[in-house]
């Protein structure tokens, strides 16, 4: 039997259902692949989904209810593609297939192949996470040694990623992160991964550029709203502002001045799925490949994540997965500082 996650309460007072049904059936339809899904992470776009506020719809329900989940790592079981074997590693390409459930047949060109040794708690957070970050390092701007790079959200994975991306190029990194008490720890461990200097928001708010030690050329900004104008305003001449994410919501609004003509900044919104449409399958696979092998051998960290084993739930009771589940998609979208991203062992 296979298992379904499904939304059954729209708006923000979100609530999860566990639904059981059989396995689905292959036929031989051509480049179709049936995949069991191994580890899946809750991801805070997935609650904007959820709330009606992001342009990705879900693709797939079960019962009449849409299926969420944008990430996740899986095994190939069965396949109609010559691109797919059984016992490949794979990782979700495209978003909207709703990967919170154990079972899926999706289209071959919505998936990518992930070398096999990857273990797959750490090959489901390339697609949002390790592959977003090395785009935003090589594919946004063209940067050289010693540029200075201005990042929020400077705890979550991205930002994890991308400092040690920056690193490797030789570039300068200045993360954003919310106001903490135990803000010496979480500079010790951004430095640690390469970034060259941690500063808080309202620190960025107050000093705009001055507390920033370089001129930075670009601002990678997922928060928006008051977040994103410090931010802009702190950019340097010829300066570029990249939208990536609004988890401030999508309330908020930057104000443009002068200094878009004075300064000559450029504004742009990033689309992880453009860019790699714009790259093509192949240059995509590569960098995965490349990304995949870092992580295998060490040469890129993970984040600190949390994860909750589908299988393993007291019983195997329904109600109590269900509770687990709706409890660790609601710790995603709180306030907390410090907050580590859940992701869900379906299958070992």
Not at 260 to 277: I, N, P
Request: hydrophobic share 45%.
């Amino acid at each position: 039997m296979a298992q379904s996650v499904v939304h059954v309460k729209p708006g923000t007072d979100s609530a999860l259902r566990l639904v059981t049904h059989d396995i689905p059936s292959m036929d031989q339809t051509p480049d179709r692949v049936l995949v069991k899904f191994l580890a899946v992470p809750v991801n805070r776009v997935d609650l904007l989904v959820m709330d009606g506020q992001y342009p990705v719809k879900p693709q797939f329900s079960v019962e009449g209810q849409p299926i969420p989940g944008f990430d996740g790592c899986g095994v190939v079981i069965e396949s109609t593609s010559s691109g797919f074997a059984t016992g490949d590693l794979v990782i979700i390409l495209d978003f909207g297939l709703g990967t919170w459930r154990t079972h899926a047949i999706l289209p071959a060109n919505a998936l990518l192949k992930v070398l096999r040794d990857t273990p797959p708690v750490v090959a489901s957070l390339i697609r949002s996470g390790t592959l977003i970050a090395w785009l935003l390092c090589e594919e946004v701007a063209s940067l050289s040694e010693g540029d200075w790079v201005l990042m929020s959200a400077g705890t979550s994975c991205v930002a994890q990623f991308f400092v040690q991306f920056a690193r490797q190029r030789g570039l300068q990194t200045a993360m954003v992160v919310r106001d903490r008490d135990n803000i010496a720890e979480t500079t010790t461990q951004l430095t640690r991964l390469g970034a060259s200097v941690v500063i808080s928001e309202s620190q960025l708010a107050r000093e705009k550029a001055a507390a920033i030690p370089g001129k930075p050329v670009l601002a990678l900004d997922s928060v928006f709203g008051a977040v994103g104008q410090a931010m802009l305003d702190s950019l340097a001449l010829g300066g570029k502002y990249v939208m990536v994410g609004m988890l401030s919501g999508s309330s908020g609004a930057l104000t443009v001045t002068t200094d878009l003509f004075y300064k000559k900044l450029t504004l742009m919104a990033f689309r992880g799925s453009d860019v790699l449409k714009r790259i093509g399958a192949a240059k995509t696979q590569a960098i995965v490949d490349m990304l995949a092998r870092q992580l295998i051998d060490g040469g890129l960290k993970c984040p600190h994540i949390k994860t909750l084993q589908w299988a393993q739930v007291e019983n195997n009771d329904v109600a109590t997965l269900e509770q687990a589940l709706n409890e660790s998609v609601r710790d995603a979208g709180s306030l907390e500082v410090g907050y580590q991203k859940t992701i869900w062992v379906v299958s070992s």
